[in-house]
T-cell receptor
Framework: EPEVTQTPSHQVTQMGQEVILRCVPI?????FYWYRQILGQKVEFLVSFYNNEISEKSEIFDDQFSVERPDGSNFTLKIRSTKLEDSAMYFCASRRELAGGKDTQYFGPGTRLTVL | AQSVTQLDSHVSVSEGTPVLLRCNYSSSYSPSLFWYVQHPNKGLQLLLK??????LVKGINGFEAEFKKSETSFHLTKPSAHMSDAAEYFC??????????????FGKGTHLIIQP
């Protein structure tokens, strides 16, 4: 069964450094998402991406964040200058486009980002 | 705007007894509703979803949920708990009724504990 994959599983970085989190969505999916889950808190939507551009972003997704689909398979989240409060589990998700928007988002296993 | 309230942060049941995880939602449109499960150090797995078809939805591992519009509820149930059900459960709503790319809105989660 196809699944969303994410690398690395755990990333440790120093405050102020740039990090890139990578995701490979399911191959025939057209919508892509990033979410984050700060330890002990709920999962929060960051951004959605369709047709090579951002479709929607939350207020969390400020200028420090960017997303890119550099080739036909990868979907990346870049944090330019990490802060302590960026420490979280980051989930990638994808979904196939289905008429009426009722299809499911499939999640990857997550990348745990630790900012020191 | 959409929101989800999971009424219990923790639920503890004995193995073999019924499980009830409560969820209420608010949505401006006809919502899609989901339950995801997260086992320790794992990603988010879809248990079941409601997308305006049958109001009683059956999912994996014996779980089911009933959509009650009058009560704005989508409670998750299972007749007999198993030790492997111990996990975090998230009720999720999507207002994406028109095929848009809206992100999902998560509840805060319910931690299910199974007593032997």
């Amino acid at each position: 069964e196809p699944e969303v994959t994410q690398t690395p599983s755990h990333q440790v970085t120093q405050m102020g450094q740039e990090v890139i989190l990578r995701c490979v969505p399911i191959s025939n999916h057209l919508y892509f998402y990033w979410y984050r889950q700060i330890l002990g808190q709920k999962v929060e939507f960051l951004v959605s991406f369709y047709n090579n551009e951002i479709s929607e972003k939350s207020e969390i997704f400020d200028d420090q964040f960017s997303v890119e689909r550099p080739d036909g398979s990868n979907f990346t989240l870049k944090i330019r200058s990490t802060k302590l409060e960026d420490s979280a589990m980051y989930f990638c998700a994808s979904r196939r486009e289905l008429a009426g928007g009722k299809d499911t988002q499939y999640f990857g296993p997550g990348t745990r980002l630790t900012v020191l | 705007a959409q929101s989800v309230t999971q009424l219990d942060s923790h639920v503890s049941v004995s193995e073999g007894t019924p499980v009830l995880l409560r969820c209420n939602y608010s949505s401006s449109y006809s919502p899609s509703l989901f339950w995801y499960v997260q086992h320790p150090n794992k990603g988010l797995q879809l248990l079941l979803k409601y997308t305006s078809a049958a109001t009683l939805v059956k999912g994996i591992n014996g779980f089911e949920a009933e959509f009650k519009k009058s009560e704005t509820s989508f409670h998750l149930t299972k007749p007999s708990a198993h030790m492997s059900d111990a996990a975090e459960y998230f009720c999720v709503v999507s207002d994406s009724s028109g095929g848009g790319a809206d992100g999902l809105t998560f509840g805060k989660g319910t931690h299910l504990i199974i007593q032997p």
